[in-house]
């Protein structure tokens, strides 16, 4: 299950094969409300569930979409209710697995249910999952099954769009990694607002492991060099948001180099070719700062044993003031969480974000809202560790194998995408400032 567009930005990825793997699992009865507990009337399927489920479940869950079931009608839900009620109450469903309680808690595109949301649907589940009156259904959405940009509902269609090179898939063998470079087919400098990745539809999506693409630049001696990634597309993923005062820059003269991983899943790809939409600001505008996206790894030995476990962990130090604008941890089936931490140069620690149960399936950047994402002063370090599972527990993995650190599908990876600003001592204590000052303002209008 996945936001809808009331929430901004709809998912339509994933892989059906892959989607509810891990929910055959024994349903046993999850504690909850009864339906009298959970207000003033009986909870139904019709007045009170099936809007929760259209505007959080049916994006997938629906006929020609990714999901495996679905939910579109009441004797459609009824049979799948405790698994429903099993998958919400361990918050495993929506798949949006970043931690509520620990760390910053306010997200942009929050795909997670709410705590009466859930509350709802196991009370309905546990009186006996009642129908109600027909009568009090809400209007069926008329869903629109081409591909769509995720972000579109957001932001419109993008501005401009870059593709890769045709590549052929066959239909058996091992990893493939590609990484063509194209042109911008841009007349003049552009500072990007927004960025999607989205493979093909529908077979890219399901042979794509993952599609970065970096920004190649002329220097001086008329030789390209990276300047960084634009986006790193996995599995799941929507797409990165540049807040309003930052911006990343985009040259004619610049070339775009994919960074590609294909993996065959038993039929043949023909040209498939991946696309990189791109919202700009409006010509002539300038954002105060510049923001960009790079990958910070964790070292240490993964070297997964039968039954066995790991922990990594990364550390870095920025020499400025920084604000930190996303965190998408990354890794395969056997990494099971990810935290970011802030030492900050006075000694205090913050917890910034944590992700306890990592899906493979479901890669998401974390982006934080504009008032919540983390300002950094010079000389912080921040401390990310990764933890990994080869057992039992895992429904992913094979706990009789070993597993090492390396770049195929069938190994594992170690690493944290993050979207950095870079500020200056000016700009940081200018936004330090504001911050302090809409916090005094919230609090004496007496809102919070």
């Not at 009608?73 to 429903?84: L, Q, S, T």
């Amino acid at each position: 299950m996945v936001a809808s567009s009331t929430r901004s930005i709809d998912l339509r990825g994933g892989t059906v094969a892959f989607l509810l793997a891990a929910t055959a699992i024994a349903i046993s009865p999850a504690p909850g409300l009864t339906a009298q507990e959970n207000g003033d009337h009986d909870v139904t399927f019709a007045g009170d569930v099936a809007p929760i489920l259209q505007q959080n479940c049916q994006i997938c869950h629906r006929p020609s979409s990714v999901a495996p079931m679905s939910f579109l009608e009441y004797r459609e839900v009824r049979r799948y209710a405790r698994r429903i009620r099993d998958q919400v109450s361990r918050r495993l469903m929506p798949p949006y697995h970043y931690d509520t309680g620990d760390g910053i808690q306010d997200i942009k595109n929050d795909w997670r249910l709410t705590d009466e949301e859930i509350g709802t649907i196991v009370a309905w589940v546990n009186a006996g999952a009642p129908e109600g009156d027909p009568a009090d259904m809400p209007a069926p959405i008329e869903w629109v099954d081409a591909q769509t940009w995720q972000q579109e509902p957001l932001l419109g269609p993008p501005d401009h769009v870059i593709r890769t090179l045709p590549f052929d898939v066959p239909a058996q063998g091992g990893d493939m990694w590609w990484r063509p470079q194209v042109p911008t087919d841009i007349p003049t400098d552009r500072w990007i607002r927004a960025m999607e990745v989205r493979p093909s539809f529908p077979a890219g999506r399901q042979v794509v492991h993952h599609a970065n693409p970096k920004i190649l630049r002329l220097n001086e001696d008329g030789e390209y060099q990276p300047m960084g990634n634009l986006s790193e597309y996995a599995m799941g993923k929507v797409g990165e948001l540049v807040p309003r005062d930052a911006g990343r820059l985009l040259k004619p003269t610049d070339l775009i180099e994919w960074d590609t991983h294909y993996y065959p899943m038993g039929f043949e790809v023909s040209g498939d070719q991946i696309e990189l939409g791109i919202w700009f600001y409006p010509e002539g505008y300038e954002p105060e700062f510049t923001q960009n996206l790079r990958l910070y790894p964790l070292r240490g030995d993964i070297a997964l044993a039968p039954g066995g476990t790991a922990m990594t962990q990364g550390f870095y130090r920025w020499d400025h003031p920084v604000r930190i604008d996303s965190f998408q941890p990354h890794g395969h089936v056997h990494l099971h969480g990810m935290s970011v931490q802030a030492i900050y140069p006075n000694g205090r620690t913050e917890l910034l974000s944590m992700v306890s149960d990592f899906d493979a399936r479901w890669h998401h950047s974390y982006i934080y809202e504009d008032d919540a994402a983390p300002l950094l002063p010079a000389g912080t370090v921040i401390v990310m560790t990764g933890w990994y599972e080869n057992t039992e527990g895992n429904p992913l993995t094979d706990p009789e194998v070993w597993y090492s650190r390396g770049s195929r599908t069938v190994d594992e990876m170690s690493h944290a995408w993050i979207a950095v600003t870079h500020l200056d001592d000016e700009g940081y204590e200018r936004i330090v400032a504001e911050r302090k000052e809409k916090a005094r303002t919230v609090s004496n209008d007496g809102s919070r």
